[in-house]
């Protein structure tokens, strides 16, 4: 009752409650806030940190940023959703601030934009070597059912494409990375309707910003052949698997584009299977290679690991070993 009471005190007042409802329509910074709300950063800043004491917004930060959002809480009924649901759609004030967010997000769409113009001829370049991205988008999919993953983790999201992609099978996921115009990039395009339960996080993979055992399934989409130490990546995904969880790595076969190393960063020329094999035996996980896209000259190849005493991990392989025959 008193968390009940203080959550609707918070509310009730109107600028926290354009606030609350601005938050749960995107993450947003103290300086975009002031920008919708025409109010000074003090004021803002004031409401903002009285919505958080009460748990109806959460605020992370990232690098020099921080950010806002709606709250989540556990299962069950939440007062912030609850609340924003009953603001009324053609109340003058709340078009007003629907317009000056929609003015943000086309800022930044332009910057990400910017930042795309000056990067995608070399990502095209490495796209030219191998089967289309479609294809393997629809391999990924194919590989979890519909229901059967409720949180989902991306490591190294980029442009948080997987996340996109999977969307519509999970019912929550987050996508992680250590660049931050990846991430500004990224949720841009997560911005889009549909896609509010697909968030981003500044976060390294090495050291996962989740607990023990909180995710469904853990994927690392074109990721570890810029990683130093693959196996500490796979151990620390392991780590926040669910006991029944799946781990999905996605990466090319071993090959011999020098190149990839010398202009693109890589840090290997792929993932041989039985490498990857054993890191996930250290970690506890069995993996099978799940589909394997030949291309030119690139193989795009789709392992699929697990616990070896999950429920699971029948269910999987037999799809993955479908998605092969296919
Ligand atoms: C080739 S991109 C793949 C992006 C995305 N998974 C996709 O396939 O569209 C690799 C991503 O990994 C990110 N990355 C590299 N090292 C990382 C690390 N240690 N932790 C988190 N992300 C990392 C990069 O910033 C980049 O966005």
Redesign the pocket.
């Given at each position: 009752m008193d968390q009940l009471l203080a959550g609707l005190r918070a509310a009730g007042e109107p600028t926290r409650l354009r606030l609350l409802t601005l938050c749960a329509r995107a993450e947003l910074t103290v300086t975009e806030l002031t920008q919708i709300l025409r109010q000074s950063q003090p004021r803002v800043s004031r409401h903002l940190k009285l919505l958080v004491e009460a748990g109806l917004l959460s605020r992370f930060r990232e690098g020099q940023w921080a950010f806002y959002r709606i709250a989540n809480g556990s299962d069950g009924p939440q007062l912030n959703r609850a609340i924003v649901d009953l603001v009324p759609e053609n109340d003058p004030m709340y078009l007003r601030d629907l317009e000056r967010l929609e003015e943000i997000k086309e800022a930044r769409a332009e910057a990400a934009a910017a930042y795309f113009r000056e990067n995608a001829p070399r990502w095209d370049e490495i796209r030219s070597m191998y089967v289309p991205e479609a294809e393997v988008e629809a391999c990924v999919r194919d590989l979890i059912a519909d229901g059967e993953v409720a949180d989902l983790l991306?490591?190294?999201?980029?442009?948080g494409?997987?996340l996109e992609v999977m969307a519509s099978q999970i019912r929550s996921g987050v996508g992680?990375?250590?660049?931050h115009e990846?991430l500004a990039v990224a949720r841009v395009n997560l911005g889009k309707p549909g896609l509010e339960h697909c968030q981003v996080r500044h976060?390294?993979?090495?050291e996962l910003p989740f607990g023990d055992a909180s995710q469904d399934a853990v994927i690392f989409?074109?990721?570890l052949h810029?990683?130093e130490e693959p196996e500490a990546a796979i151990t620390e995904a392991a780590r926040v698997l669910r006991p029944d969880g799946s781990l999905i790595v996605i990466d090319f076969a071993p090959h011999k584009q020098r190149v990839l190393i010398e202009e693109h960063a890589h840090h290997r020329l792929g993932l041989a299977d039985e490498e990857l094999a054993a890191w996930c035996e250290n970690a506890d996980l069995k993996s099978s290679l799940a589909q394997e896209l030949k291309g030119d000259p690139l193989t795009v190849n789709i392992w699929l690991a697990s616990r070896e005493s999950s429920n699971l991990t029948s269910s999987n392989s037999e799809r993955a070993s479908t998605v092969a025959a296919n």
């Open positions: 991306d490591i190294g999201t980029g442009t494409r997987i992680i990375d250590l660049s990846m976060g390294d993979m090495y989409h074109q990721v810029y990683a």
